[in-house]
């Protein structure tokens, strides 16, 4: 079995961290690179960068701080927002992102998805995918979760694995910020309907909830923000208790 991966979320916007942040020894709370670099010597198997701001320097912006990440962290990071073609990623990637993470640019523009395999490989392209439940029917948004549209979760997922992504980052926008636990269910489900790995984001709480979703959800990967940024958890502990319940974890 491999090992599953715990992954730290961090927000950028300009450049800087935000969502706060509560990490006494850093000399600068919004500094990504600083945070990036204590999440690696502390464990954590990826990270992930997701650019929440949406100026004309963006793009700049963005390419600067992955090469300054990629300098100081030695374990693989993805980065997403806003990323709507083959240049975009393409810059990214050269400046030293291993993955990048695409989300409504694919539900708008499907073909995006085929274009970046065909050009990357699958093993650097996530789609990230929101979704919340309306009727009982898991239900694609966007804008982060503000915007339904008329695809549903798992026929979406099908069709993201089959364009050839290498993972889906889901996210439930009914558990997102709630802490009380990843959708498992749904988890499951995207779990047993593809064969490529699904990382669980949205509802972290407490270790328990680690665990239930490697166990219960099947996902392969679980990503949180808040509950490492203000070191409710840390990722040693997080991954002995791990360790302890028989999920295999690098250690």
């Not at 999440?39 to 090469?67: C, N, P």
């Not at 008329?150 to 997922?157: D, G, N, S, V």
Request: proline share 3%; aromatic share 6%.
């Amino acid at each position: 079995m491999l090992a599953k991966r715990i992954i730290p979320c961090l927000d950028i916007k300009d450049g800087r961290t935000v969502k706060g942040v509560n990490f006494v020894d850093l000399r600068d709370a919004g500094d990504p690179v600083e945070l990036a670099e204590i999440y690696s010597k502390e464990g954590a198997d990826e990270l992930v960068f997701l650019d929440i701001s949406a100026t004309e320097q963006k793009r700049k912006t963005l390419a600067d701080l992955v090469y300054r990440v990629a300098e100081k962290v030695n374990i693989p990071f993805t980065v997403g927002g806003g990323i709507s073609s083959v240049e975009d990623v393409d810059i990214l990637l050269q400046n030293g992102a291993d993955k990048v993470s695409i989300n409504s640019s694919a539900v708008k523009n499907p073909q995006l998805i085929n274009d970046l395999v065909a050009k990357f490989g699958s093993q650097c392209i996530v789609v990230a995918i929101d979704a919340k439940q309306i009727d009982g029917e898991w239900i694609v948004h966007l804008v982060g979760g503000k915007v339904p549209t008329e695809r549903k979760l798992f026929e979406w997922a099908k069709e993201v694995e089959e364009r050839g992504a290498g993972e889906i980052l889901f996210t439930s926008m009914d558990n997102d910020g709630t802490k009380d636990g990843f959708a498992n269910e749904a988890l499951a489900r995207l779990s047993t309907e593809l064969n490529i790995p699904i990382i669980a984001s949205g509802g972290a709480g407490n270790m328990q909830h680690f665990s239930d979703t490697f166990i219960e959800g099947k996902a392969d990967a679980a990503l949180a923000a808040s509950v490492f940024h203000f070191k409710e958890i840390g990722i040693q502990e997080l991954k002995l208790e791990l360790q302890g319940n028989g999920i295999p974890v690098r250690v």
